[in-house]
């Protein structure tokens, strides 16, 4: 009886019209259109730390591919007090991560994608100052991480519309 419902339940989803998005593998349409991606320099450590982020994800190596598209991010970084304590002093901080970025065809200089992406952490503001910073440096690196992955996401999804 499971048997036969699952076989049901797999003939059905082949007829729905779902694909894996990485068909192919390294040598899919979307993989392939990955790593044709140049990402423009972005400016601040922020900057440096997405760059190769997004780097890291869209497959670049260092192989000599020729870019067929340009990925232009501009960032928002921001560290704000919050929680006052009784003494005036700051006890949790939130820091946020806002990218807002094009791809960019350049053989026609057309945009495909316009789109932003962010994500937020708290930080616990502790007595000493050395692991406020280091809570900071790490929650930085976490959410250019993060924000990394929802661009590469989303420019998959873009690619793959280009290829169909």
Do not use: H
Request: hydrophobic letters at 45%; proline letters at 2%.
């Amino acid at each position: 009886m499971r048997f036969a419902l699952l076989l049901l339940l797999a003939t059905a989803l082949s007829g729905c019209g779902l694909q894996p998005m990485y068909a192919g593998g390294s040598n899919g349409a979307v993989a392939r259109g990955l790593a044709a991606v140049e990402v423009a320099p972005i400016k601040g450590r922020a900057g440096w730390l997405m760059r190769n982020e997004l780097r890291d994800r869209l497959g670049q190596s260092g192989a000599d591919v020729s870019p067929r598209y340009r990925l232009d991010v501009v960032l928002d970084d921001k560290l704000e007090g919050l929680g006052l304590l009784t003494d005036d002093t700051i006890g949790r901080e939130r820091r946020t991560l806002r990218a807002r970025y094009q791809l960019v065809d350049t053989a026609s200089d057309e945009v495909l994608l316009d789109a932003t992406a962010g994500s937020d952490a708290g930080i616990d503001v502790v007595s000493s100052e050395y692991a406020t910073i280091a809570a900071e440096q790490t929650a930085l690196e976490n959410l250019a991480r993060e924000v990394a992955d929802r661009i590469v996401t989303r420019l998959s999804l873009t690619l793959r519309k280009q290829d169909s």
